[in-house]
């Protein structure tokens, strides 16, 4: 069965005009403000299903307290860790560790948690309603007292809205933020404020499970083909 070659998707930032760079930008902004807004002291910063890292890596690039920050970056694809590691050599960003691991599982973010700033950007959309009402249920794992979540609504056809988004991360004890940086109206950048009580990292708790959209697709098609069949058949009766 096919799966979808992340390494390859990640050319879409080539094109700085695309949506997805333009999305990534506005990122940035968003994480530029949230460091610029953090207290003095340290800042940890974990990124789950981090990809190749650009919206962290980026935006450290030339932020004054790059020496502050410590980041922990996770995904599965092979080709996107080792991508990621050689952008924080170039870029001379110390503190980085990219973990190479299924992100959806507790037992990746030992010593990377409690964070201070937590991104979940870019994987929403892969995620069934389920899965995203169980990670938001689970990231106080993941925050300190006061921590930041940044997350993104990828496009007007997300079956996830804001609206249902905000919601979920209220009823974990998130509070909703408003950035100052300008938003245009086909994203939708989240910023959440942990207002609750921390809670220790329990050991082998699954989060989510991604669904590649290949896969996702050719399962959906699948499904779709069995109703047709069925109503073939109660038609022929």
Known sequence: MRRTDWAAWHRVYDDPESRF???????????????????PGPI??????AGQGRDVLGMLADH?????????????????????????????????????ADAGRTDVYRGAVPASVVVVVGFFVYLSSRDLSRLIRHLPQLCD???VVVWVRGTVADKHTPESIRARFQRAGFTSLTPDVETPPEFYVGVERFDGTPVALQPGVRLFSFRDPLRLSHHTLRRARKRATRSLRREAT
């Open 145 to 147: 007292r006061g921590a």
């Open 21 to 39: 760079s333009v999305r990534l930008r506005l990122v940035q902004a968003h994480l530029r403000e949230v460091l610029d807004r953090h207290p």
């Open 44 to 49: 940890r910063i974990v990124v789950p299903c």
């Open 64 to 100: 004054p307290r790059r020496g502050d920050v410590t980041v922990t970056l996770i995904d599965l694809d092979p080709q996107n860790a080792e991508f990621a590691r050689a952008t924080a050599r170039t870029l001379g960003i110390d503190g980085v560790a990219v973990i190479e």
